[in-house]
């Protein structure tokens, strides 16, 4: 008897038989594909489980934070490599906590502190520690620096990020670029999230497979809390960008990013279902970062620029997994041994290279292509010696092993309490063993000059009699120990006004609102006070700097002098007119 046809999916007649073989085949198919995901998610679950591609990922991370910071032109979205290892922190923190699920939270929580304890502690409390001993005899006390000593304190107790916001006041804040513990803020992070994640991480664990309310609950902490984190970040970037990059309510998305990934995976989903798929997987993720690298705008960072970056590394950790991403050229390339050699000592490259580039810049400076060398080659061999002696030192590991969690926690805690001794010992000596050139801050800094009572007058000369009016911005003030030395030195009255942010005769702008009121005053009382002869010195910032302390920020054309013409027009100042510049 004959039996009719099938259509497939494009509606073309299949025979019976056809049709059969290609159920089988499907069938076929479907069951590869279980099997394929079976063995994938349990290699993911497997607590020995060794990833090379997330340490490749790791490479990438380090090596664009490195080439950011020894010059912004090589990379200029390097810095987003924190936001990679945010994601990677994410995933690596929650393959942990499942791999250990004690019944009991206390012993669970215990267990993971301490597992982080021996992870991050050694190294980096002997980084902030030699950090600051080469501070205080480098790095001269002033107001570039005088941050320095807060946010060194705060990194030992993953407070640095805090530090860095609230130490920050804007006109004068001191650049980060001189403070050798402005990197460890990523760490703060990822220690404040180490907080709060592990306790979201256990409710969902313990009860992801419940069918009530309270199972709902659970399984939507994590994605609740990425979202809400998420919209303040674009909130808070549009507002006070300073706290939308260095705090952890508008960076938990990022971390909370990988640990959603990985909870894919622990379900059997998001993996790759072969090479082809691994490889492509792993070129997009790449292809995204890239875009972060090169195009990533700073004034619209954390959001959105850092979504690529976390997108980019996501798939990037969906191309590695399994062994069916190290068939595929991208997979074999991540995994590669160059670039898992340096992805296992990226943690120590972090903490040691940024130190190693602020120090060279407060000595001898990072102007030419050999220092910049030198710089690297510090970082790597600082980096290789840590990870090995200090990271993975038998010598230490060793003699822990039979320890209890908590005896390991409580010489963790106990470590960390003696190097924050140490260390603000040490920072507050730097007036005392500083070997910089400008450790006598009575010449080189504004400060009251102390009168020598057995100092003969100076012999009358052309100044004697005569008044001195300073007049201008925190510039003025800059001047008073050199002032007072003239008045002791040679009798003549010197009358400092100094407001800062005021400039008086600027060539850039007008004066700003709030320093007419003042201008206007202190006219008034120069007029009062002044005679024929007197001088009056107008101390101000009045163009725009082209360098700062270390590079050259201005364009080529204005660093060479081809800028646009002036157009200066004259501003009043009740009893004076004083031409400022409008625009150039």
Not at 155 to 177: C, I
Not at 200 to 227: E, K, N, T, Y
Not at 513 to 541: H, M, N, P, Y
Request: aromatic fraction near 12%; hydrophobic fraction near 45%.
């Amino acid at each position: 008897p004959t039996q009719s046809s099938s259509k497939n999916s494009l509606g073309i007649d299949v025979p019976p038989q056809m049709a059969l073989l290609c159920r089988g085949s499907t069938l076929h198919n479907e069951v590869r594909l279980n099997n394929e995901r079976r063995a994938m998610r349990s290699s993911v679950k497997q607590s020995n489980g060794y990833i090379p591609g997330i340490d490749g990922l790791r490479a990438v991370a380090v090596l664009s934070v490195l080439l950011f910071h020894m010059r912004a032109t090589f990379l200029p979205g390097g810095f987003a490599g924190v936001d990679v290892f945010f994601v990677i922190s994410g995933y690596v923190v929650s393959a942990s906590l499942a791999h250990r699920p004690e019944l009991h939270f206390g012993r669970y929580l215990l267990g993971f502190y301490t597992r982080r304890i021996v992870r991050i502690f050694p190294a980096l409390l002997l980084c902030v520690l030699l950090t600051g001993v080469a501070t205080s005899l480098l790095v001269p006390v002033s107001w570039l620096s005088e941050t320095t000593s807060y946010t060194g304190m705060a990194s030992v107790f993953g407070l640095s990020n805090f530090a860095l916001v609230w130490y920050s006041d804007g006109y004068f804040s001191p650049r980060a670029e001189f403070n050798p513990f402005t990197h460890t803020w990523s760490l703060a992070v990822e220690e404040q999230f180490y907080l709060i994640f592990p306790l979201l991480f256990f409710m969902w664990f313990r009860h992801r497979s419940r069918s009530d309310v309270i199972g709902w609950l659970c399984r939507q902490l994590i994605p609740i809390a990425l979202l809400a984190s998420l919209g303040y970040c674009a909130y808070g970037t549009s507002t006070r960008q300073e706290l939308a990059y260095y705090m952890l309510p508008s960076r938990f998305w990022e971390l909370a990013s990988g640990a959603m990934l990985f909870r894919l995976h622990h379900a059997g989903r998001c993996l790759p279902t072969g090479p082809r798929f691994a490889g492509a997987s792993i070129v997009a993720g790449a292809a995204l970062i890239g875009l972060t690298f090169v195009w990533a705008d700073a004034k619209a960072f954390p959001f959105p620029w850092a979504i690529p970056a976390v997108l980019g590394a996501m798939l990037i950790i969906i191309g590695s997994v399994g062994d069916i991403a190290r068939s595929s050229w991208p997979g074999a390339l991540m995994g590669s041994r160059p670039m898992t050699d340096i992805g296992k000592i990226s943690y120590s490259l972090y903490l040691w290279h940024w130190p190693v580039l602020v120090l060279l810049r407060w000595t001898i400076g990072l102007d030419s292509a050999a220092y910049l060398v030198l710089a690297a080659a510090m970082s790597f061999a600082l980096a290789v010696f840590s990870y090995h002696r200090i990271e993975q030192g038998a010598w230490w590991r060793l003699r822990i092993a039979g320890w209890k969690t908590g005896r390991i926690a409580a010489y963790g805690i106990a470590g960390m309490i003696l190097s924050a001794l140490c260390l603000g010992a040490v920072l507050k000596s730097r007036p005392y063993i500083s070997l910089s050139v400008t450790r006598d801050q009575q010449t080189w800094y504004p400060q009251s000059w102390p009168s020598a009572t057995a100092q003969q007058p100076a012999p009358a000369n052309m100044l004697t009699g005569r008044k001195i009016f300073v007049w201008g911005d925190s510039h003025a003030g800059a001047y008073s120990t050199m002032l007072q030395i003239l008045r002791e030195q040679t009798g003549a009255q010197v009358f400092v006004y100094s407001r800062g942010g005021c400039a008086v005769a600027a060539l850039d702008n007008p004066a700003a609102t709030q320093c007419r009121a003042w201008v206007a005053e202190t006219a008034t009382e120069i007029t009062s006070k002044a005679s024929a002869g007197d001088v009056v010195f107008l101390a101000s910032l009045r163009v725009p700097r082209l360098v700062d302390q270390w590079e050259v920020l201005g364009t080529p054309s204005s660093v060479h002098g081809s800028a646009a013409p002036l157009d200066v027009k004259p501003v009043s100042y009740t009893h004076l007119t004083l031409p400022t510049i409008c625009s150039v």
